[in-house]
């Protein structure tokens, strides 16, 4: 399928935003920057036939009253988007003084200067994830079939066989209004069934930096994140695929039969706000029902961000929008990204599959390790060396290069700088021991362009035994291995940020945890696979780790509910998912985190709802939904005013009159500020049977330890027809511990004669300050300034667990139904 004209775009150009450069006089020079106007639409003067034409007389009158100069750079007020979808208002090349004349504009409602931060959040997984051709979500769902899936990143490599349109219906679903953006190295006949639509954007960046050089201006990924990222949400079957060797088989998406609609925004020369959020307007105008972002912004409070209010605008036109948590813990306790309660915040995990290499002893016995060095082996057997005073291998011998070394890592150096000098070094090969358990340096190391094999500390003690009593110790090395079936998985990827969220930490995230630790994705064949290399390595595939890898997995997921549930809301899909995750790893242990020697018990606030589970999302037997006024009436319990309100959500058909903190999300959060002083929280739920027509659920309790009481009303909630909606009350009496012990509970709905097990939900505010308006942003401060101190609760149905310095309180399931998380943090 190709795409013959530019005239839908051309269009859609005009009708969605346009480019406004006004003529050029002589004057003093005037500093310009880019500027988002959010505009309230109900002002257009009846004297104008659109709100375009509006905003066109509005920069006309401010360049009459402040003349334009030829000596400056943007030498007048310039439009350059005009905002439909994501948010109403629109985006200008302004002055100081043309700004300050702007905020005098009737309809004016908020300006901010276009100035972010934005970092990408960087097959077997389908399997791992129980995917099978069977039964389940993917013969429910067609794989993903008539479901078009937007994803904003850095655009695309066409030709990669992932993007081919074999084996997909020649007709596109009639709600698809986009267009193949003819560009750069990019013509329409590159789209297909698909690949059916691409745009790029960078009118903003270029106005905010007109020096920079825009090396590919079309929708060509240059990066090869967005390459990747789309390949893993729906990419087409490949056979013959792997990386050097490593995870050889046939890749393909996780909803390997949707469309997909690519809208480039990220460049090498920076990313602009402005271009994000037209490339959210256009894919919501575009008829996408998913959107996948792999990106992490600068925090700022609800009224403030940005992309709040484009995702807010998605969630209302039916638009589910899967974000990628965030890479990089970082001091700070609130580090999470894309924490916004509408959408689904994804965090990343660990699979089962293992790489090694294997280190073969002169005496006949071989050592496993990891390693994903994509190079040749050494030849033969050579020389073992190890000299305990140079050991660290921080500044390798040169005269030692054409050994094997071994080296114990203490942690003195980046792991990436150790690699990068045993690299630069040229060793033959070196073995590095390391102290912590090797799941947690994997997360950590990225890539490897040195002969090198990582191993535990109980192999080391066989290699430094032979070493010692052999003259003239030798191994050889064998690369390029992979296994499945690693045990203790799926664990916490180390990279990946934790909760809460930094702009409204009442709602509990992350929701989910999916697979993004060395994840097997398409790739551009021409962009080197890592830059600083000592040899450049070109492939069609690349294994990246991310957060941004796990987001597009849960995206993909998301499709295929869509294609199976098309009547269901953003809600209703992540309340499926969130519900049947799974809080256990393949040992029926509780999961871990990856991070630290300890491996602790991982927390809500880590892994979310737990592990994603696609085939139990089909069937949840009860969801939470959620829609605009019940998230209006959390953001009035957030102490937003009126305009504020109005800034984020872009409606004024509210009022506060129901505000309430108690959002129908499936968890729950409790904030516990003074021990030994009791608090009482009553809760409500309300869920929606979408299962069987009759159906009973009874409630079992177990109190978390410092509980007074703790009673669910009713006791048993029974349906009698599909669709129907059942609330509940759960009351909490809770006085603390004096000692801060750790304390566990669980509630449980139970289908009668049935398998379904549904957990519960709740959210609390912080002890003594229920009745002050915004408790969300006082929370949010509290925890910013006493992190160090927070713990929290969390529980399990069939085993309960703790980790140090922490309390949890959640409700946990095995087999379907409804998840939900409980964080009942002490502050002291």
Not at 18 to 47: C, G, H, N, W
Not at 67 to 75: A, C, F, L, R
Not at 238 to 260: C, D, E, H, Q
Not at 298 to 307: F, Q, W, Y
Request: proline letters at 5%.
């Amino acid at each position: 399928m190709g795409y013959a004209s530019e005239v839908p775009f051309q269009y859609l150009f005009l009708f969605s935003y346009f480019v406004l450069i006004l003529a050029a006089s002589q004057s003093t020079p005037v500093e310009r920057k880019i500027y988002i106007i959010q505009m309230d639409i109900s002002a257009v003067p009846k004297v104008f036939t659109n709100h375009q034409n509006w905003y066109f007389s509005i920069i006309t009158s401010l360049t009459s009253t402040n003349p334009p100069s030829v000596e400056s750079q943007g030498s007048s007020p310039s439009l350059l988007y005009v905002y439909n979808h994501a948010f109403e208002g629109f985006n200008a090349l302004l002055s100081k003084d043309e700004l300050e004349s702007m905020k005098e504009s009737s309809g004016y409602i908020s300006a901010h200067s276009d100035t972010s931060h934005v970092t990408l959040e960087t097959t077997y997984t389908p399997e791992f994830l129980f995917l099978n051709p069977n039964t389940g979500l993917w013969p429910a769902s067609n794989y993903g079939k008539e479901v078009i899936v937007g994803v904003i990143d850095t655009g695309i490599w066409p030709e990669s066989e992932s993007f081919k349109d074999t084996g997909m219906t020649a007709k596109i679903p009639q709600k698809w209004k986009g267009i193949c953006q003819v560009g750069q190295d990019f013509n329409s006949s590159l789209c297909n069934f698909k690949l059916i639509g691409a745009r790029y954007f960078n009118k903003g960046l270029v106005t905010e930096k007109p020096n920079i050089k825009i090396s590919m201006n079309s929708a060509r990924d240059t990066i090869g994140h967005g390459t990747h990222v789309s390949s893993i949400v729906a990419g087409n079957y490949v056979n013959g695929a792997s990386f050097f060797g490593y995870a050889p088989g046939t890749t393909k998406g996780v909803a390997p039969n949707a469309r997909l609609a690519i809208y480039k925004v990220l460049w090498d020369g920076g990313v602009s706000n402005s271009d994000c959020l037209e490339a959210i307007d256009q894919a919501i105008s575009d008829g996408v029902d998913v959107i996948s972002l792999s990106l992490a912004f600068d925090k700022a409070g609800l009224d403030e961000d940005l992309l709040a209010k484009a995702t807010f605008s998605a969630m209302k036109k039916g638009v589910l929008v899967s974000a990628a948590a965030g890479n990089n813990i970082q001091s700070d306790f609130t580090t999470l990204s894309n924490g916004y309660p509408w959408i689904l915040t994804v965090t990343a995990s660990t699979t089962d599959r293992w790489f090694s290499g294997t280190l073969k002893l002169g005496n006949g016995v071989d050592i496993v390790g990891w390693t994903i060095f994509s190079g040749s082996s050494p030849a033969g057997y050579l020389p073992l060396v190890y000299d305990k005073i140079s050991s660290a291998c921080e500044k390798p011998i040169l005269s030692l290069v054409l050994n094997i070394l071994v080296c114990q890592y203490g942690g003195n150096v980046p792991i990436r700088k150790l690699i990068d000098n045993l690299a630069h070094a040229n060793v033959k090969g070196a073995i590095i021991v390391t102290k912590n358990p090797i799941v947690v340096e994997i997360s950590r190391i990225g890539s490897m362009d040195c002969p090198c094999i990582w191993i535990g500390e109980s192999d080391e003690e066989i290699l430094l035994s032979y070493i010692k009593v052999t003259v003239h110790p030798l191994a050889s090395m064998i690369f390029q291995q992979t296994s499945i079936g690693a045990k203790g998985v799926p664990m916490v990827a180390s990279f990946a940020k934790r909760g809460p969220s930094y702009n409204c930490p009442c709602i509990l995230k992350p929701d989910i945890m999916a697979p993004g630790s060395l994840v097997l994705g398409a790739w551009p064949p021409n962009k080197p696979l890592q830059v600083k290399a000592v040899e450049l390595r070109f492939n069609n595939f690349n294994i990246l780790s991310g957060t941004s890898m796990a987001c597009p997995h849960a995206t993909g997921v998301a499709a295929l509910l869509k294609g199976a549930h098309s009547k269901w809301s953003p809600a209703a899909i992540r309340s499926a998912i969130m519900t049947t995750a799974v809080p256990f790893d393949n040992t029926h242990n509780p999961i871990h985190e990856s991070d630290g020697r300890n491996l602790q018990v991982a927390s809500p606030l880590a892994m979310g709802a737990g592990q994603i589970d696609p085939n139990r999302a089909l069937d949840p037997g009860l969801i939470y939904d959620a829609g605009p006024e019940d998230y209006m009436n959390l953001l009035c319990s957030m102490n937003f005013n009126e305009s504020q309100i109005f800034k984020i959500t872009g409606s004024k058909n509210y009022n506060c009159s129901n505000r309430s903190h108690d959002l129908n999300y499936p968890s729950f959060m409790i904030i516990y500020r003074s021990k030994g002083v009791s608090l009482i929280r009553k809760f409500q739920r309300t869920v929606t049977n979408v299962g069987q027509d009759v159906v009973t659920y009874k409630a079992k309790v177990k109190a978390p330890d410092g509980s007074i009481r703790i009673a669910v009303s009713p006791q048993t909630l029974s349906f009698t027809k599909k669709n129907e909606k059942k609330s509940y009350t759960l009351t909490i009496a809770y006085s603390g511990d004096k000692e801060g012990a750790v304390a566990f509970g669980e509630l449980v709905w139970f289908e009668e004669n049935g398998s379904r097990r549904m957990r519960c939900a709740k959210e609390q505010p912080v002890m003594g300050l229920e009745d002050l308006p915004g408790f969300c942003e006082v929370d949010r401060k509290i925890i910013d300034k006493r992190h160090q101190k927070i713990t929290y609760f969390a529980g399990a149905v069939y085993q309960i667990w703790q980790e140090p310095n922490a309390s949890i309180f959640a409700c946990k399931q095995r087999n379907i139904a409804l998840v939900f998380e409980a964080v009942v943090t002490q502050v002291p």
